[in-house]
Structure formats: structure tokens, C-alpha cells
């Protein structure tokens, strides 16, 4: 038997005797009802997510069956099989803790298990990263599919879609402008099919960055999850994963400084999430790059903003995928990219653009032209200062600009429970042109970097119509929220970061204008507070806890584990 053996041959159990392995394990196979036929074709692996905790998935049955039916079709044996499912609101204490289980879970099934190539079925916020992040560091082919967006609902004639609008109300209901029958009602409208949320949040951000990345193909990123489309798109993976067998085209050949940087340029132009930064840095890191927030600030002075979805405009998913979708906007940025990164299909960059029909209809409503942009510059700015000496990042786009040159009175939360404790207090001594701040919610606090970062605003001001405040945190925020929220303050409190010696009453300064975010207060009287800050409370004795604890790494190297970096 050849050692270089593919398809069900590949990667044999060890039981010292090659021969006997492989009887062994076709006849096991054989049990499942194969054929013999059907066992000496090569395999495409597919990593499967549904989950009854994660709704995003749910229509992951038929699309699997689509995937199947262009896998047998091109001629090889398509077999699923599971892995971790992260659904966003259903994990405790935020689903970014367990990205790296399930990036974990992802490479070694790859890797262990007989396949020539892998579809990665994900969806749902972080098992998109978390699965290009496996597979960067399995290195077998890969492709990916996503589970698309939901499409609108309604509620008394007003589209409406999770999770823009569910902040949006939630925060008139804070405010005292809607009553506690009509929030009820919008629960029941937000979120009315399968898919990922229907703005542009995370989900949706990174499957358009996957497919800026040349890690799925052309055109799939935002096809919703309900159409016709979506399933043929899954026919297609199937049938382009057999095409990757025996192909160089690792994952890891594809994600490369070049190929990051297309992503970057993309998130700034759809004024997407900011845990796509995190996010790329991890993806990045597993094949021993960086990403540079100073660069993320030149190509963000460079990359206008071209997309009008929510948050940041007033279009929805469906929208973008109906006025044109990646392809549109990757062909107004051309001139900007790395045309020469290879795409999972094996065409470079610019072979697919020259591909498309440059005459196809755009919505320029909702996909603007790069002479007449929404804004100027990208939609992500990182800060620097004594506040965040590694960066922090601002989603200006989402922003109010009146805030951009602010300085302010803070006032400080130590952690969630104080936030929670607090804010709603009417003896919290707050006014509006105040600073809120957030401390212990990074990567390295027990919260273990939530997406909090979108903190309310104090019912006492909410009620009297301020709608927004600058507010800093160690932690992140949904890419469905706005506001002017920086965010990722870099090193967090937990590990000793400035932001954890911020008082309240401590004067800080933002100036977008300068990247700036500044705590003005002297080095002197910042080292007498860092000698009385308290030890760390000690790590969780056992499990996964402790394992997190111990090798998490901060927001600049993308949260990931110290340990599953390439040496």
C-alpha cells in the first residue's frame, strides 16, 4: 500500500501493521453502508456546526445536503462530521472564550481524521475566525461556506433586523419612549429566520472579509440564508472542494500579509465590526503575521466608506447581496488591493474581478461610488496613548463626530457587577459630557472580554434625551452597536494596563484627529496607584478556565492561545 494513500487510506489509525489498519477501518466503514466503490474515492471532509444553542445554524441540515450533492456530483465521498458550535447570545460568559476551543477542536479533527479537503461550515460570530484559524494551522485544503444573514422582519410598517434594532429599541425603552408591551412585540420581530444577524455586524463582517481573504467563493459572502442561492452556493463549495484535492492551496498559502491586508482595506470600506480586528490578528498569527494598528490607521486614511448597512448606514444584508454584494465593492476598491493573492479557487485576486461582469447592476444606493463615498476614511481608527500603550480601536463610522476632540470627567465602573450595580442609580454622579469607563472586561479578566463595551447610558440621562457618550473599555462590543466607544484598551486592567489605575474624576482626553486617548495624569501619581493595586485573584484550579487563564494572549495578538502560534 502507497504511503502517500488519499481518501479513506489517508492518515491511518496506528496499530503497527498499515495493511490490517486499513482492513480495519473499511470494514467499519463498510458497516455505515459504503461500498467498496464508494471507500476508494478520495474524501471531502466537512467540519459541521448546527446546534441546538445556536439558531444562527439551523437551516445547517439542508444546507449540508446541498454541499453533499456537489461533492458525490464532482466525483469524490463526502463526510461530515462535528465539531464546537458557538452561538453568540447562548454561551456564558461570552462566546470569544471558547473561539479557540473550537479553533482547536477544528485543526485536530482536520488533521486526524481521512480527508483530502474540507468544507468549514460556520455562521455564527466567532465559529467563522475560529474555523480559518484551525485550518490555518492544519494546513489541509479548505474552503468555506457561511451560513448567510436572516432576512428583515417587521413591526408597525418598519423593517427591522438583530441586532441594530434591537439596541435602538432596547435604548427607548431605557429611556421611557416605548412601554414594556410594544419591547415585547419587538422581541418577537428581530430575529424571524435562520442566518446570522441581518446588519452588518460580525457574521456578517467576517464573511465578507473570508471572502476579500480568497477563502470561499466569489459571490457567497452575503447571499441570505433563506434564498435558493444560499443551497446552490453550498452545491458549488462541495463541488470546489474536490477541485482542492491534491492542490497546493493550503489555507495557509493563501492568508497571507498581502491577502490581510485586502481584508483591512474591505472591513473599512463596509464600516464593519470591530472584532474583526481581534479576529484577523488571530487568523494572521496562525500563520506568523501580525497586524499592525498604526497600518490599520494608514489604510484606514486611504479606504473611504462605500457601504450603507446598519449600524453605520440604513441598509440591511439582503440589501447589500441584491445591489451587488463583495465583488461590487472589491471592484471600487481595485486600485487599492493586492490583486495578485491567490484565491481558493486558484485564480489570483484580479483574475476574479476581470472575471465578473463589470456592467452588472450596483445599487449605488447602498454600494456607493469611490468618487461620491459615504465618508472620506475607513471606518475603524486605532488610538494610541499612555491610556492604551499597545492601541485601542474606535468604529468612528458608527460614531458621533461631535465627540471625536472631547475631553472629559471619568467615570469609572471597576468591573460588570459595578456596571450593573450602578449605572441605573439616580444618585450616580454623571452629566453627559462625562467619560464612562469600564475596567476588568479584557481578554485577561474573568469576564473574559465580553462584549460589554457597549455600555448604557445612565438611565438619568437617557431619560432626558442624551442618546450618546464617550465611553472606554477593555472589552469589546457586538458589531451590531454604535456609539462612540473605544474599545480593546490594550493592555487590559486585568494584566496590569493603565486603564485599571483610571479614578473617578480623572480627566481624559480623546482626539480622534491625533489617534489619541490620553488619561492626564501625571506618570508620578499613575506609579503610586499601580503600587496599590491588589494581587490578582488566582487562576481557575482546573479545566478549560485554566487553561484559557493561562495562555490568552491580549486584543494585539488577537486573543488567541500563546501555545497554538507556529514556533
Not at 130 to 146: C, E, N, T
Not at 255 to 261: L, R
Not at 276 to 285: D, E, N, P, S
Not at 518 to 544: H, I, T
Request: hydrophobic share 45%; with cysteine.
Amino acid at each position: 500500500m502507497s504511503k502517500d494513500a488519499k481518501g479513506i487510506a489517508h492518515g491511518l489509525t496506528n496499530y503497527g501493521d498499515r495493511d490490517f489498519s486499513l482492513y480495519l477501518r473499511r470494514s467499519f466503514a463498510q458497516s455505515m453502508g459504503y461500498s467498496r466503490a464508494d471507500l476508494d474515492k478520495p474524501v471531502v471532509g466537512i467540519a459541521y456546526t448546527p446546534s441546538a444553542f445556536n439558531n444562527c445554524h439551523r437551516h445547517f441540515p439542508e444546507m449540508l445536503e446541498a454541499v453533499k450533492r456537489g461533492v458525490l456530483m464532482a466525483g469524490a465521498l463526502p463526510l461530515e462530521f462535528p465539531t464546537v458550535s458557538l452561538g453568540e447570545v447562548f454561551l456564558n460568559p461570552t462566546s470569544l472564550k471558547f473561539r479557540n476551543l473550537m479553533s482547536m477542536d477544528t485543526e485536530e479533527m482536520v488533521r486526524a481524521q481521512p480527508m483530502d479537503s474540507v468544507v468549514l461550515m460556520g455562521g455564527c460570530d466567532k465559529t467563522v475566525p475560529a474555523q480559518l484559524m484551525g485550518a490555518v494551522s492544519a494546513g489541509r485544503p479548505a474552503i468555506m461556506l457561511v451560513a448567510g444573514p436572516m432576512m428583515t422582519g417587521r413591526h408597525r410598517g418598519e423593517r427591522l433586523g438583530a441586532c441594530t434594532d434591537c439596541r435602538r429599541f432596547w435604548a427607548q425603552y431605557r429611556a421611557g419612549t416605548i412601554d414594556a408591551a410594544e419591547i415585547s412585540e419587538v422581541e418577537g420581530k428581530l430575529a424571524t429566520t435562520a442566518g446570522t444577524c441581518a446588519v452588518m455586524g460580525t457574521a456578517s463582517t467576517m464573511a465578507c472579509l473570508i471572502e476579500a481573504l480568497g477563502m470561499m467563493l466569489p459571490g457567497t459572502a452575503a447571499i441570505p440564508a433563506v434564498h435558493a442561492d444560499r443551497l446552490r452556493a453550498a452545491e458549488a463549495t462541495g463541488a470546489a472542494a474536490v477541485k482542492l484535492i491534491g492542490s497546493p492551496l493550503t489555507p495557509d498559502k493563501i492568508v497571507n500579509q498581502k491577502s490581510i491586508e485586502n481584508a483591512l482595506r474591505v472591513l473599512l470600506a463596509i464600516g464593519g465590526s470591530t472584532n474583526a480586528v481581534i479576529h484577523l490578528a488571530a487568523i494572521a498569527g496562525r500563520a506568523g503575521l501580525g497586524v499592525s494598528l498604526e497600518r490599520l490607521n494608514e489604510l484606514s486614511d486611504t479606504t473611504p466608506v462605500l457601504v450603507n448597512l446598519k449600524p453605520v448606514g440604513n441598509g440591511y444584508m439582503e440589501d447589500f447581496f441584491a445591489a451587488g454584494g463583495i465583488g461590487a465593492l472589491l471592484r471600487e476598491l481595485k486600485d487599492l488591493l493586492h490583486l495578485d493573492c491567490l484565491t481558493v479557487t486558484g485564480e489570483t485576486l484580479g483574475e476574479r474581478l476581470n472575471a465578473q461582469d463589470k456592467e452588472a447592476w450596483v445599487d449605488r444606493t447602498i454600494i456607493a461610488e469611490r468618487g461620491k463615498p459615504l465618508e472620506p476614511q475607513g471606518g475603524l481608527v486605532a488610538l494610541f496613548g499612555n491610556l492604551a500603550p499597545k492601541g485601542a480601536i474606535l468604529k468612528r463610522s458608527a460614531a458621533d463626530s461631535r465627540l471625536f476632540e472631547h475631553e472629559g470627567r471619568a467615570v469609572v465602573f471597576s468591573s460588570l457587577e459595578d456596571l450593573a450595580a450602578r449605572i441605573d442609580d439616580p444618585k450616580l454622579d454623571v452629566e453627559a459630557n462625562d467619560i464612562l469607563v469600564l475596567q476588568h472586561a479584557g481578554p485577561h479578566s474573568a469576564a473574559a472580554m465580553p462584549e460589554a463595551g457597549y455600555l448604557p447610558i445612565p438611565k438619568k440621562l437617557a431619560v432626558k434625551g442624551v442618546k450618546d457618550m464617550v465611553r472606554i473599555s477593555d472589552a469589546r462590543m457586538s458589531g451590531t452597536a454604535f456609539g462612540t466607544i473605544v474599545l480593546h484598551v490594550t493592555p487590559d486592567a486585568a494584566s496590569g494596563g493603565p486603564l485599571g489605575l483610571v479614578r473617578n474624576g480623572d480627566r481624559i482626553k480623546l482626539s480622534v484627529k491625533e489617534r489619541r486617548i490620553v488619561l492626564l495624569v501625571d506618570d508620578a501619581e499613575l506609579k503610586r496607584r499601580a503600587a496599590q493595586v491588589p494581587v490578582q485573584a488566582e487562576p481557575p484550579l482546573r479545566g478549560y478556565a485554566r487553561l484559557y487563564a493561562q495562555e490568552v494572549l491580549g486584543a494585539d495578538e488577537g486573543c488567541d492561545f500563546a501555545f497554538l502560534k507556529p514556533r
